[in-house]
């Protein structure tokens, strides 16, 4: 049997398991993609489990909406993740991964253990996905 090299994350909605992941702001141009459509937005912070993005004016964003989200990595290839919107806020959209690759999760990880002040927050934000 084929092992996978994807993560899945099933989103759990009960309001007392929702938990709060580190972010670390990250100012830079991101593209997403929607069918056959792409546009660049630009994202302000992201965490092991999401990103808070700018709204594109040339496109509307609703929540629950399916997109997937390239994030460039200077010298690595490119963060790629299945993304879905959580909460629309005029200018900016927040959004949860969905689907990632074991190699741009582990790109993901580094640059959020790159960035983070507090170390101790990553190990706590990893064992929270692995529950």
Not at 35 to 53: P, R
Not at 73 to 101: C, K, L, R, Y
Request: proline content about 3%.
């Amino acid at each position: 049997m084929k092992k996978s090299n994807t993560i899945r994350f099933m989103k759990n909605n009960s309001t007392s398991e929702r938990r709060r992941f580190t972010r670390i702001p990250l100012m830079k141009d991101v593209t997403l993609y929607t069918g056959m459509e792409s546009w660049v937005s630009q994202i302000h912070d992201l965490s092991l489990k999401g990103a808070l993005l700018s709204c594109p004016t040339e496109h509307t964003v609703k929540n629950g909406d399916l997109l997937r989200l390239s994030i460039p990595v200077e010298n690595s290839p490119a963060i790629i993740m299945n993304i879905q919107v959580v909460h629309t806020n005029g200018e900016t959209f927040g959004v949860e991964w969905t689907q990632i690759d074991m190699d741009s999760f582990a790109s993901l990880k580094r640059t959020i253990e790159l960035n983070i002040k507090e170390k101790e927050s990553l190990r706590e934000d990893i064992k929270t996905l692995s529950e």
